[in-house]
């Protein structure tokens, strides 16, 4: 019988019911990227008070007991009753969705927080929180349980401060886990603190064993954040490019410098919010550095007449740079402020960073000689590498659009369905494609370690044969030819060893993925296959372990004593196609770990630390976690 369907099936929830039955909509998910987003929203909210220019130090709190507290200096909320609520300003700003001083009241001039859902998404999610505000000589203070007042604002003491005090724990029945990751946070901070250069932002961690005390303080602002980004690359000049001003009521910074490396690394930032899809602002410096670059370098005699312009991706070849804008009532494409559509901004950027940096060159004319001199060799190697595609595409028609040789392809012509395995050696290869799906499943062996992509130009690394493979398998081209719609797998895995060789060829492959695929990560196309790391036989039944931890834990499930066969897997060749297939390949039952970017510049930090040419780096992030390491294959 059909289920009735009338308007007693329409529901209407009020309040914070909406965040509490949907929280993804409003945090992204409940696992941990969510449960760290509770804590942005409200340091967000003390930052808006720097912004404005009332707020000059933020402490940031993980306690005992795995809650958080966010304190600042700033004017603290206004703690008198709302006119149209009749209740207090305190309890709309943490009850009420989309309250806040943000929508043209006089507020914020400028603001992260546009929606005004923050504070008030924190609070409901929430078992408790508690805010304090500190105004006016007095401490008023109001409490919550999941959303409800459970105690009225109250005055409960005087003080000489002046800021806002929250602290609240997640609601264990909202989320997966409720554990804070230190250098999460730590990097978000941090971030936050060099966009933001008259602000102290202190991070403290009081839970036992893992106590730790760091501030955030840059008085040089998004200057020092572009040294920090360079310090593990080697700056092709020392100077490093910093601008500020402001055209038709939008600030505009600007810091740049070039290192010795491949890749453009450029940071964009609206009210801070990172932007890494870019936007107008980022459109206006890019228009701006090519046109100034190419007029200097005609102007000095560094392009000849007969020359062609150098292109923008010649230009910022080794280029870190970080664009950051102040603008009010910002207009953004999509919920998730990712990109920004005001087309004010690239009016702006374009004038007040095309100007300085015109005065710039031609106050340090050997700067803007290098600078050429990089974008010249690039234009070269650009080319080179045109020639090289040009005659892979020409070598694949001739061939009859051949796939790599060793490539086991799948039947599937659906792309979203299929997934292709990147898997090391011969021998392995051989296991997973007996083990395979081959309907959906293609194997794709590699011989030995791939190019290290981080040292070389892309036509060198177009002259490697596995890369080039790995290229024609994928079908979405590369560089200025890729286009992800031709993409032939919805899923690519890496699927190697688990031990240190295997570490290593995976950390290569996620290099030349990050830096030369970094759609397909962004979209959720990589992931990385988890292999068990023993196997336990007992009463003919086969349990499997994925790391020491979890091997103890079946142990204690299954019995110490009794136990058949107890075997280590030193690689991915020992499995039979059987054993291979339920632990690691078949759909139903194996676990994979999709690779994400949370951070760019984190991310980028740890891959040039791990690949670049300065050994010392690398040497000391070895020290910091040789600890963590329980088994060493030699």
């Known amino acids: 019988m059909a289920a009735t369907y009338d308007e007693n099936q329409i529901q209407i929830l009020e309040g914070l019911q909406a965040v509490r039955k949907r929280p993804g909509m409003y945090i992204g998910s409940t696992s941990s990227k ?82 005004g859902v923050g504070a008030s ?21 109001e409490k919550f349980s999941r959303g409800d007042v459970v105690q009225p604002l109250t005055v409960i003491g005087d003080t000489n401060k002046v800021g806002t005090y929250v602290r609240f724990k997640p609601d264990t029945e909202i989320f997966e886990e409720v554990i804070f990751d230190y250098k999460v946070l730590e990097q978000r901070l941090k971030e936050t603190a060099f966009l933001t250069k008259a602000l102290k932002i202190q991070l403290v961690d009081e839970r036992e064993g893992q106590e730790q005390n760091k501030t955030f303080h840059y008085e040089g602002g998004i200057k020092e954040f572009v040294q920090h980004l360079n310090k593990h690359k080697t700056p092709i000049y020392d100077e490093i490019f910093y601008c500020e001003g402001e055209k038709d009521g939008i600030a505009v910074e600007v810091a740049f410098q070039h290192n010795d ?39 000095m005699g560094l392009l000849k007449d007969s020359d062609k312009n150098l292109t923008g991706d010649d230009i910022r070849e080794g280029m870190t740079a970080v664009i950051s804008i102040k603008i009010g009532d910002p207009q953004f494409e999509g919920q998730t402020k990712t990109k920004l559509g005001s087309s004010e901004a690239a009016g702006a950027v374009q004038s007040v960073f095309g100007d300085q940096l015109t005065y710039f060159l031609e106050q340090n004319p050997n700067v803007g000689k290098v600078i050429v001199q990089k974008g010249v060799m690039a234009a070269r190697a650009r080319d080179a590498a045109r020639k090289a595609r040009e005659l892979t595409r020409r070598k694949s028609a001739l061939e009859g659009n051949a796939l790599p040789g060793k490539l086991a392809d799948c039947s599937e012509k659906d792309a979203s369905k299929c997934e292709i395995y990147i898997v090391e050696g011969d021998s392995a290869g051989g296991s997973a ?24 130009r892309i036509d060198k690394m177009l002259e490697n044969q596995e890369i080039r493979n790995m290229i024609t398998a994928f079908g979405a081209g590369i560089s200025d030819d890729f286009d992800i719609s031709k993409l032939r797998y919805g899923k690519i895995i890496l699927m190697t060893d688990a031990d240190v060789d295997g570490a290593h060829i995976r950390t290569l492959l996620l290099t030349f993925l990050y830096r030369y695929y970094r759609e397909l990560i962004e979209q959720d196309h990589v992931y990385i296959a988890q292999p068990p790391l023993y196997l336990v036989e007992k009463n003919k039944k086969k349990h499997y372990a994925f790391d020491d931890k979890e091997l103890e834990k079946l142990l204690e499930e299954v019995g110490r004593t009794g136990i058949t ?23 139903e039952s194996r676990v994979l770990v999709k690779v994400n970017i949370d951070d760019a510049a984190a991310a980028d930090e740890i891959f040039t630390k791990l690949m670049g040419d300065d050994v010392e780096p690398r040497r000391q992030f070895i020290n910091e976690h040789a600890h963590k390491v329980t088994y060493l294959d030699i």
């Open 34 to 115: 969510g449960l760290h987003h509770l804590v942005y929203e409200i340091v967000d909210n003390a930052v808006d008070e720097a912004l404005a220019g009332f707020c000059s130090f933020i402490k940031v709190t993980i306690h005992a007991d795995n809650t958080i507290s966010v304190i600042d200096n700033g004017r603290g909320i206004p703690v008198g009753i709302h006119p149209q609520k009749g209740i207090s300003t305190v309890e709309v700003v943490f009850t009420i969705l989309h309250a806040g001083g943000k929508f043209g009241g006089g507020g914020y001039k400028v603001s992260g927080g546009l929606h």
């Open 261 to 299: 490396s491949y890749v453009e690394n450029l940071f964009s930032f609206v009210n801070n919010i990172n932007t890494p899809e870019g936007g107008t602002h980022l459109s206006g410096f890019r228009t701006a550095i090519t046109k100034n670059l190419n007029d200097y370098a005609r102007k």
């Open 433 to 456: 494609k007996s083990a395979r799906s081959p309907k959906t499943q293609a194997i794709l062996p590699l011989r030995g370690k791939i190019l290290n992509v981080e040292k070389v």
């Open 121 to 141: 998404v924190v609070n409901a999610l929430s078992e408790w929180l508690t805010v304090e505000v500190y105004t006016d000589g007095k401490v008023h203070q």
């Open 565 to 587: 066969r107890m075997q280590r897997y030193k690689g991915l060749g020992e499995m039979n196609a059987e054993q291979l297939w339920e632990t690691t390949m078949d759909p």
